[in-house]
């Protein structure tokens, strides 16, 4: 699946086509098509109006701004054909691109890896460095204790 955004670069669509579908709202489904690539739908936003979206915007972002962030993500909803097919979506998520004007969320801050001082914690790291611990390790991980598994990795034991 692609973002709205996404489709619209695959597809080589620019210009004020491109802003007529990405930075409007869309009342109508519209069909995308390409030569090579064959025929896409793009859905409707019907639900969304511009009067609403100016009075709940803030810091100055308008509609269009709001339409450029939606587009430019992919969303899922569970539906009975997704259950039937043993597909469970769980969240929204952003194609991989540099950070956009209007995004309203600025980029985190690079983090400092962690660095493990404390004794028993040098000491903990060597045993599970050995073949038998790790492989008796992943094993508890996976059936047994899971919280504990992801603690250890998100810690920097495995």
Not at 62 to 83: K, T, Y
């Amino acid at each position: 699946m692609l973002s709205t955004s996404a489709l619209l670069d695959l597809f080589e669509v620019t210009g004020s086509e491109r802003d007529r579908i990405e930075a409007m709202r869309r009342p109508e489904t519209v069909v995308l098509e390409h030569p090579r690539l064959g025929r896409a739908v793009v859905r409707d936003q019907k639900p969304m109006d511009d009067r609403s979206l100016r009075r709940c915007l803030q810091d100055g972002l308008g509609p269009e701004d709001w339409c450029r962030l939606l587009n430019g993500r992919v969303f899922f909803w569970l539906s009975r054909e997704l259950q039937a097919r043993d597909i469970e979506p769980l969240a929204a998520i952003g194609r991989t691109q540099p950070q956009r004007p209007y995004d309203v969320r600025l980029p985190p801050a690079p983090k400092t890896p962690r660095q493990i001082k404390e004794p028993w914690c040098i000491e903990m790291k060597a045993k599970l460095a050995t073949e038998d611990a790790n492989a008796h390790d992943k094993r508890r991980k996976h059936n047994v204790e899971p919280v504990f598994g992801i603690s250890k990795n998100a810690m920097g034991f495995i």
